[in-house]
Nanobody, 116 residues
Framework: QVQLVESGGDLVQPGGSLRLSCVRS????????MAWYRQAPGNQRELVAT???????NYADSVKGRFTISRDNAKNTLYLQMNSLKPEDTAVYCC??????????WGQGTQVTVYS
């Protein structure tokens, strides 16, 4: 079993910044990639950003240039730096780990609300 716990969600005004964290614990299985997803009420879950085990990153067009995904392997932590936040970024943000062997794990999520 792998556990993922997110933190860092908050209320923020448009133009503000937040940094989300996702701490991984449990079985030490090699990770192929980790990702941040988000889901707003009434919307489907959306892939926000991914980072592979070799550090390759990809972003949804809607967040390119504003969000940065990174990781600290020594701390087993995944980050999402979010700048220039917009009301449409409001959602529950979840981290996900894709492990060698194909198993995928999810965190419970952290709420980000961008309000005017």
């Amino acid at each position: 079993q792998v556990q993922l716990v997110e933190s860092g969600g908050d209320l923020v005004q448009p133009g503000g910044s937040l940094r989300l964290s996702c701490v991984r614990s449990g079985r030490n299985i090699n990770t192929l990639a980790m990702a941040w997803y988000r889901q707003a009420p009434g919307n489907q879950r959306e892939l926000v950003a991914t980072i592979t085990n070799i550090g390759t990153t990809n972003y949804a067009d809607s967040v390119k240039g504003r969000f940065t995904i990174s990781r600290d392997n020594a701390k087993n932590t995944l980050y999402l730096q979010m700048n220039s936040l917009k009301p449409e970024d409001t959602a529950v943000y979840c981290c996900s780990a894709l492990l060698v062997g194909g198993a995928r794990y999810w965190g419970q999520g952290t709420q980000v609300t961008v309000y005017s």
